[in-house]
Nanobody, 128 residues
């Protein structure tokens, strides 16, 4: 089992920044991906960003590209989501997710079904 714990959520002003952290504990695998998904009230959970743990290749939704940056700290088993130029539409619960192995195709990075482990989420609220 892999346990994921998110932190860093809170309230930000439009145009401001927040940095989310996802710390992993328990058993890990040699090759896997870590993603961030978000869910706003009344909407389905959607992909935001992902990273390949092995080679640091990154993937972003068009809605966050250029504003959000995903990164990893191997020594700390932690993935970060730096969110800049925040907009009210970024308001959501943000979830960290971990695949059980390296995705079989590029499209898998964008798909929630490819992720086996999920954190409990952290609330991000952006005011105008």
């Amino acid at each position: 089992q892999v346990q994921l714990v998110e932190s860093g959520g809170g309230l930000a002003q439009a145009g401001g920044s927040l940095r989310l952290s996802c710390a992993a504990s328990g058993r890990t695998v040699a090759r896997y991906a870590v993603g961030w998904f978000r869910q706003a009230p009344g909407k389905e959970r959607e992909f935001a960003a992902a990273i390949s743990w092995r080679d640091s290749t990154t993937y972003y939704a068009d809605s966050v590209k250029g504003r959000f940056t995903i990164s990893r700290d191997i020594a700390k088993n932690t993935v970060y989501l730096q969110m800049n130029s925040l907009k009210p539409e970024d308001t959501a619960v943000y979830y960290c997710a971990h695949t059980i192995g390296t995705p079989g195709s590029k499209s898998d990075y964008y798909t929630s079904a490819a992720y086996a482990y999920w954190g409990q989420g952290t609330q991000v609220t952006v005011s105008s």
